[in-house]
């Protein structure tokens, strides 16, 4: 112990993010770039076991620990930012820029957090610059934004309620696997599946997130869900609640991304959908499944990031994003429509893309444990993924009907952080032996077999055929989906205005009640004891000295009548 | 859908040779599953062309499932006065 020592790679992320307003536009912009290839330098040079830890409050805090799980969230959280970061060297808002790199560095804090404490610090961290990079888009965000942080204000409370219980049954901060058997655990794992958008919290979700800019959204959907992904990997791995979630969460995105009709928010529910896949993975808990969970949360960082900023590239440019409004956009968007399909493909997991080496793991993993209501589940999941992704995006912004749009490709950068993550989807999913061996457990999984592809080529396909029949139904509305957050935002709303009226006429009415009551004690008081009352007024000498008189005579009177003989 | 302005991917004639080309990727697909040796984890998924009509019906369903559930909770899309 104290000879392995590594600099938090979260404080790359965070100074950089904390030093980019202060700095000129070529310095800003070399700075977007170095921190996260920093960072990712400082991930590789964190070493196995605490690398570097503080005394807290009689607890040993262990700020650094490193661990592969570790390392290949980092890794995916750090090129995530670089592409982010080059993506958004065009974005003027530096608030937004500071809030990004803070939140992307408070994630790098919680995937190599070794103490609850720690984590939870970074959780909440995240937290908080993740509301900042919503409420930096002005006016329109603020509402989503504030309904997004109170959100996770509330699942930090519930994770520090089972952090405080589980320090105080155990007398141990240390995170790692814990047992559900008692409490504290229970609420500690809620905390997570708030950040997780398990249903049925996961509205906050689609909520907030359309609702940052072109590049804050690229942002928002990488980093929150997915450091809930390794905390419960690390602490809840073969937990069997997390089987059923997930799928809950896999059918609810399917669902309502089918009757969605803006593209960003088709891709927020994308999300879900796809963390889903992850937590039945955690739930299914065996190495091969958690390999695949892990391996698909960093494939998916890259090919979802890739589809947030195609779609912010035509938000860019055109300034739309209701599929209802858009169409035709291939004729002068290239490079924006061709990374488009990469990231669709990559997520419907096709063949020689990266989607298709990471999930089949976790379906490798259902079939290996015999689950196979799990496995057909996971298997018509995968076939609505291309449904509702994987098709529906590029079809709706990119074909479908000629809008009369015609944008040009957004500037150079943009292009090119989506070029890169592009590039990255399909070099992952023809050459996956890299990710594989940074995977937390040794695998010797063979994606590619001919009854593999084959089987994912006609799953796919024929969901494809599915889409193209049945497109009439699958026209786009000018409609939104009530989903749970309608609780709080209609009766919720209405209770809690209620509520603030209750208290509004209580307080009048105490107000009033106690004010009269009061002013008539002040009245009677002052009757008696103010400036013209019997007792205040000033009294003259004389008189005083007229009343000392009666007074004395009074007594010799009384005297004289008693005591006689005196 | 073939409406206007003359790119060649949206004429008519195109999409039609592109139906075309589909049907036949997705016949072949199919067709293919007789030459190889299925190694099915469970019962179901050793039929024949199991993948193409498995994705096929759950799309099919999902689309169905998304219908009812829009026609109970579909709203204007400035329901919450955005």
Sequence with gaps: MGIDFA???????IFAGLLLPFLRAEARAALLLLAPALALWLVWLVPDG????LPFLGHELAVVNGSKLSRLFGTAFAIMALAGGLFSLNQKNLLELAAAYVYAGSALGVVFAGDLITLFVFWELMAIASTLVLWSNGSKARAAGLRYAIMHLLGGVILMAGIAGEAAMTGSIAFHAMDL???????????????????????????AYPQASWSGMVFLS???????????MVGFA?????????????????????????????????????????????GIGTEMALNGAAAHAFTHIIYKALLLMSAGSVLYMTAKSKCTDLGGLFRTM?????????????????????????????????????????WYLLMAASAGVFLHAGIKFPWFVFFQKDSGLRPADPPWNMQAGMIIAALLCIGIGVLPAPLYAILPYATSYVPYTLNHV???LQLLLFSGLAFFLMLGWLKRTLTITLDTDWLWRKPGSIASLWLIDCFDSGWTWLVKALGSSVQSTVANLRRSHGPLGLFGRTWPTGTMAFWTTVMLAAFLILGMLFHADI | MSEQNGHWLVSASTIRLLWIA????????????????????????GTFGFSAWYGFISCVVLVVLAKVLGMLFKRPDDYYGD
């Excluded at chain 1, 600099?7 to 992320?13: E, G, K, R, V, Y």
């Excluded at chain 1, 990488?222 to 419960?232: C, H, L, P």
């Excluded at chain 1, 937990?239 to 399917?254: K, N, P, R, S, T």
């Design chain 1, 7 to 13: 600099m938090p790679p979260a404080l790359a992320l």
């Design chain 1, 50 to 53: 605490v690398a570097l830890s």
């Design chain 1, 181 to 207: 058997s008692t409490i504290p655990p229970q609420f500690i794992l809620a905390g997570f599946l708030i950040n997780a958008a398990a249903t049925p919290l996961s509205a906050w979700l689609p909520d």
């Design chain 1, 222 to 232: 990488a980093f929150t869900t997915k450091t809930a992904i390794y905390v419960m």
């Design chain 1, 238 to 282: 073969g937990a069997e609640i997390l089987v059923w979630l997930g799928l809950a969460m896999m059918f609810y995105g399917i669902i309502y991304a089918i009757l969605e009709n803006d593209m960003r928010r088709i891709l927020a529910y994308s999300i879900v959908n796809q963390v889903g896949f992850m937590v039945t993975g955690i």
């Design chain 1, 334 to 374: 290239p490079v924006t429509t061709i990374c488009g399909i990469v990231g669709a493909l990559s997520i419907s997991s096709f063949p020689f893309t990266s989607g298709f080496v990471s999930k089949s793991m976790i379906l490798e993993g259902a079939a290996d444990e015999h689950l196979a209501v799990v």
């Design chain 1, 454 to 456: 084959m089987s994912q």
């Design chain 2, 22 to 45: 589909f049907s036949i990727v997705l016949a072949v697909l199919v067709a293919l599953d007789a030459f190889l040796v299925p190694h099915p984890y469970f019962g179901l998924d």
